[in-house]
């Protein structure tokens, strides 16, 4: 019977705890981010996957084909190629082809990379249902966003809109995207 009294008592304190410890998590604030909607701030220390850096007195990449972040890679999953051209003092990349389904972030490669031509790019939301779109051409990446860099700059500034609305238009609520479908 002893035994009995201290089981139920023992159980109902546990109760009380874990009742106490839900209240108390209730109450407070809630820290859920809405992520398609709202994102975290990314630490400065984050390691995305590596990208070519583009030299900004020339905009070429930095890049020489040296390979040496090829050889220091333990994954291999880096393949550098290039060519050199006529006149000139080194090569050119023409392919640098990251598998990123091997790469383990290590970051040996951009360690050894003596000329600051590739860094870990900024890049988290990676998803995709086929393994394909995880090989990546670096060089070409970097050449796409210099095109689009380059096709923004070109394109006029838009006009702000005006501040004039008429009366039926401010008393309707915002209709978002969602609420539309």
Do not use: W
């Amino acid at each position: 019977m002893k035994n009995l009294v201290s089981e139920v008592y023992s159980g109902v304190k546990s109760l009380f705890t874990g009742m106490k410890i839900t209240l108390k998590e209730f109450f407070k604030p809630t820290i859920t981010v809405r992520y398609p909607y709202e994102t975290l701030k990314i630490p400065p220390r984050f390691r995305g996957h590596i990208e070519l850096v583009r030299d900004a007195t020339t905009g070429q990449p930095k890049c020489f084909v040296c390979k040496l972040c090829e050889k220091a890679c333990p994954s291999d999953c880096i393949t550098v190629e290039g060519v050199k051209p006529e006149g000139a003092r080194r090569k050119t990349v023409t392919n640098y082809r990251l598998d990123f389904t091997k790469c383990s972030l290590c970051g040996s490669c951009v360690e050894a990379c003596r000329d600051g031509a590739i860094r870990f790019s900024r890049e988290y939301n990676l998803a995709s249902t086929s393994k394909e779109e995880f090989i990546m051409d670096l060089f070409q990446r970097l050449e796409t966003q210099g095109a689009e860099a380059e096709k923004a700059s070109e394109t006029p500034a838009l006009q702000p809109p005006s501040t004039t609305t008429t009366a039926a238009a401010a008393d309707k609520p915002l209709q978002t995207s969602l609420e539309a479908k």
